[in-house]
């Protein structure tokens, strides 16, 4: 069975970067959307960005200018570079495949901002 790996996450100080990825464990194919979410203890999973196969990217609010989602497709495999990272920044960020009838999710990484 095919699960997706993240890698990349762990404490960082205000103002710094991390960059996250997540890679497929085998061969997927009909990818659709390349996603990271997140989630806050006591809050909701929010999109932090995501992907099309055919480059479109969609962030949320809170990341804009901030974080940059990429993807290298002869990889299965898709990037989060974090900058000027804030500690309302600090969540396990998933990722995330859409496919045409269903998504595939990652376990989550741990991403703590603080001094």
């Known amino acids: 069975q095919v699960q997706l790996v993240e890698s990349g996450g762990g404490l960082v100080q205000p103002g710094g970067s991390l960059r996250l990825s997540c890679t497929a464990s085998g061969r997927i194919f009909g990818i659709y959307t390349l996603g990271w979410y997140r989630q806050a203890p006591g809050k909701q999973r929010e999109l932090v960005a995501k992907?099309?196969?055919?480059?479109?990217?969609d962030y949320g609010d809170s990341v804009k200018g901030r974080f940059t989602i990429s993807r290298d497709s002869t990889k299965n495999t898709v990037y989060l570079q974090m900058n000027n990272l804030k500690p309302e920044d600090t969540a396990v960020y998933y990722c995330?495949?859409?496919?045409?009838?269903?998504?595939?999710w990652g376990r989550g990484t741990q991403v703590t901002v603080s001094s």
């Open positions: 992907i099309t196969t055919g480059g479109s990217t």
């Open positions: 995330n495949f859409g496919f045409r009838t269903s998504v595939l």
